[in-house]
Structures are given as structure tokens and as C-alpha cells.
């Protein structure tokens, strides 16, 4: 089972930006759509964005779309989430998650249902 890793989280105030990374321990991902979650205390994890297997196709909520990026690398064998203008509706832990299949699209994994491997999470926290 691939084990990711998350870093990057932190405080951060209204308005800032933070890149979260999130890396693999164990096997390479390349061929795996990812995606990023979060969690905030009290509700449900949901869907922040995606990104296909080749980096081409990228899915986003309505609620980030237009402020955060993601991207990867494969050289570094790493996704990122690129997080600008950041709003304390954004406080939540950000989870990376693993496609179950490969080779499949962005909004194959705009369910949580469909992620076959998580990280631990890292805490972002945005104040007002």
C-alpha cells in the first residue's frame, strides 16, 4: 500500500498563501490521479482538488477554485497544493489522497470514496 506524506501546513493569517507537498513512502505514484481533502472539526471530509496522472487534467471545489493550484512533479515524484488567498474558512487538516486505480482522471477522485490510499494530515490554520 502506498504511504503518502503531507508537509507545509502551518498558521497562516487572512489573505496569506501556504504550498502543501505531499510525497509517497514505499512505491512511486506516477501513474495515479491525486488529490487533496480536507477536514475541518465537526464536519465531513471534502473534496479541494485533483490532478490526472500526466498533470494535464485538474478538477477543483467551487470553494477553492481560482485560489489554490495543484500541480505535480514527477521527477520529485510529489503533488502540490499551492494555496493563495487564504480565508479562515479554510482552517481545516488537508489529507493527500492516492487514486485506487490508475491511469484515470482528475474527478475520479472528487469522492473520497474513491481514494485508495491517505496521508496522516497536516493542520492549516488561516485567522481572521
Known amino acids: 500500500q502506498v504511504q503518502l506524506v503531507e508537509s507545509g501546513g502551518g498558521l497562516v493569517q487572512a489573505g496569506g498563501s501556504l504550498r502543501l507537498s505531499c510525497a509517497p513512502s514505499g512505491r512511486t505514484f506516477t501513474t495515479y490521479a491525486m488529490g487533496w481533502f480536507r477536514q475541518a472539526p465537526g464536519k465531513e471530509r471534502e473534496f479541494v482538488a485533483a490532478?490526472?496522472?500526466?498533470?494535464?487534467?485538474?478538477t477543483y471545489s467551487d470553494s477553492v477554485k481560482g485560489r489554490f493550484t495543484i500541480s505535480r512533479d514527477k521527477s520529485e515524484n510529489a503533488v502540490y497544493l499551492q494555496m493563495n488567498s487564504l480565508k479562515p474558512e479554510d482552517t481545516a487538516v488537508y489529507y493527500c489522497g492516492a487514486d485506487t486505480f490508475s491511469y484515470r482522471g482528475s474527478r475520479s477522485l472528487a469522492t473520497s470514496a474513491s481514494v485508495g490510499s491517505w496521508g496522516q494530515g497536516t493542520q492549516v490554520t488561516v485567522s481572521s
Open positions: 490532478i490526472n496522472w500526466s498533470g494535464r487534467d485538474t
